[in-house]
């Protein structure tokens, strides 16, 4: 059946935390037409401002000085990057409505998500075990059974109320209708806040259910103190959906190639030598990225000084 947008006043008791929701209707919005905050809060006009901002940061001792490219696909590399615990782990199916569905849910509880695929089962069941979770919550076609034992699984039923019997809170609908702007849409999630990005191109199917476990809410780990983590449109939405999920504001590039277009070499200027972490296989290498910020640096600081240059002897 289609997704329902619940309107009426329900009251969801949530067993594991006793709260009360008083509703669990959805207000939507259109990502594409509202208006949206930059990536940055305001884009550095020279390339000596962009450096300054970047590099008078207060990062994390643990992240040291060097460029890291995160390339793989079902999230499980940056779970293990940004999560050393976590009681409970989001197991979604490999499509853009239930990856959207559980990362939403992850970025408002600050709980990991990973994409299920065969190939990754075993790897799955040892981080169940590694970060000590004791729920997993299934979203799609999942093949992990609901089941109890030394770890609880259930499966999400993709309603309006599900999500209040999981975070004991209402939340704000976005709908997003072209898949490019899926990365971007997420990364505009406020960790901890309630918004639920829905891939309007792949609907999940819904059903009736009786009230379900929360989705344990746990505190932020970056403690803003992230290093700058950078990706495109192009990058995996599981990677940008767990470092926002950790508290990281992700910095969405309009393109990798930094010597033409200012915008994104001023996201990452200063960083060459890091800490910086880039998602997705169209960064390159770790040292391929790093070359490209000094390549790009080196060409917009010698721009600049030509114009510097020419607007002196004009007014000589």
């Not at 040292?287 to 607007?311: C, D, G, M, P, W």
Request: charged share 25%.
């Amino acid at each position: 059946m289609p997704r329902l947008n619940h309107r009426s006043v329900v009251a969801a008791v949530i067993a594991a935390s006793g709260l009360v929701v008083s509703s669990c209707s959805s207000v939507q919005q259109n990502f594409e037409s509202r208006p949206f905050e930059k990536t940055t809060s305001a884009i550095p006009t020279a390339i000596n401002q962009a450096r300054s901002e970047n590099l008078n940061r207060f990062v994390d001792d643990a992240y040291p000085n060097r460029v890291q490219v995160i390339a793989e696909d079902f999230g499980l590399e940056t779970v293990r990057e940004f999560f050393r615990q976590s009681r409970t782990l989001i197991v979604v199916e490999n499509r853009d409505g239930a990856i959207a569905r559980g990362a939403s849910i992850g970025i408002a509880q600050y709980a990991p998500v990973v994409i299920y695929d065969r190939s990754v089962h075993g790897e799955i069941r040892q981080l169940i075990e590694d970060l000590r979770v004791e729920r997993v919550l299934t979203v799609g076609k999942v093949g992990i059974a609901d089941s109890t034992g030394a770890f609880e699984v259930f499966n999400d039923p993709g309603t309006d109320q599900a999500l209040a019997d999981f975070t004991a809170h209402e939340f704000e609908q976005i709908e997003v209708s072209d898949p490019a702007n899926l990365v971007h849409a997420l990364s505009q999630l406020t960790p901890g806040g309630k918004q639920e990005v829905v891939a309007t191109w792949d609907p999940l199917e819904t059903r009736e259910h009786d009230p379900l476990p929360a989705v344990y809410a746990q505190s932020r780990r970056d403690k803003e103190m992230a290093p700058v983590m950078v990706a495109t449109n192009e990058s995996p939405a599981i990677s940008v959906a767990n470092a926002t999920a950790f508290g990281a504001k992700v910095r969405v590039m309009p393109e990798t190639d930094l010597t033409s277009n200012f915008e994104s070499l001023a996201m990452v200027a200063g960083l060459a030598d890091g800490p910086l972490i880039a998602f997705g296989r169209q960064f390159g290498t770790s040292r391929e990225f790093s070359h490209k910020i000094r390549v790009a640096e080196l060409s917009a600081q010698r721009a600049e000084n030509t114009t510097v240059s020419k607007s002196k002897n004009t007014k000589s």
